[in-house]
């Protein structure tokens, strides 16, 4: 556990480079010697496009709970999210030795049944096990409430986990908008992309805006069952959320 977060972080300190982790541990060679991996492919693909052009007549629309303007529903502010991320969380990492002496364990997370890790720009792919645990609690639920209302096979899209204070640098030197105080140098915290979603089975396809109107209902259910604090970000699409 510790040897690959070291080779991880000496990367990104040195070098800058985000790193994503491989999908169910497929390689893209293996992938092409199995063919329900290809029809997989060209299943993500067709229910992309499909998104994409936002052709509702060709998708299902589901039931949704609605909750409103999502802005203003999911505003928990960064000043409120810091204190539990420093309470549930590890200490920022720093530098090689600080990775040494991380007061909290952490874990490395995979693609899987529930979710799938994105390419993680500017964070690597780690999480407190708390956190861990939460990601894949609505991962699943949100499979589940997607079936129950009659859509098709899906994964929620994790676009960002731990950030050491190296990667925020360079972070806010792009985007100015970004906290210097992030929450996601404790390894707490995760983003879920609510533009893009992993489609799985082109037979019952659903729209984009079911989709993520859905997740934020079961993140909704999170946050009120005490279990994190999560903010609707416009610009950068995503639900950035963090466990308490």
């Not at 949704?64 to 920022?92: K, S, Y």
Request: proline residues 3%; contains cysteine; hydrophobic residues 35%.
């Amino acid at each position: 556990m510790m040897r690959p977060l070291l080779w991880s972080i000496a990367a990104l300190l040195t070098a800058g480079i985000a790193l994503s982790a491989c999908s169910d541990n497929q390689t893209q060679s293996d992938a092409a010697t199995q063919p329900d991996t290809l029809v997989t492919l060209r299943a993500r693909d067709v229910c992309r496009l499909l998104n994409d052009m936002g052709d509702d007549q060709q998708v299902q629309r589901l039931h949704v709970n609605a909750l409103g303007r999502l802005r203003e529903v999911f505003n928990d502010t960064n000043d409120l999210q810091l204190p539990a991320a420093v309470a549930c969380g590890i200490d920022p990492v720093t530098d090689l030795r600080s990775a040494y002496h991380l007061k909290r364990p952490i874990q490395r997370i995979y693609s899987c049944d529930e979710f799938i890790v994105d390419s993680l720009w500017m964070s690597m792919p780690y999480l407190v096990p708390r956190a861990a645990q939460l990601l894949k609690d609505i991962g699943r639920t949100f499979q589940d409430t997607v079936h129950a209302r009659g859509g098709g096979d899906y994964r929620i899209k994790v676009t960002s986990a731990l950030r050491t204070e190296y990667s925020v640098g360079r972070l806010r030197r792009r985007n100015r908008n970004a906290s210097e105080q992030s929450c996601h140098r404790y390894a707490t915290t995760f983003d879920i992309s609510w533009t893009k979603f992993d489609c799985l089975d082109t037979t019952r396809l659903v729209s984009l805006e079911d989709l993520k109107n859905i997740l934020a209902e079961v993140i909704q259910d999170k946050r009120q069952q005490g279990r994190c604090y999560a903010i609707y970000e416009r610009k950068q699409g995503c639900f950035h959320v963090t466990a308490r």
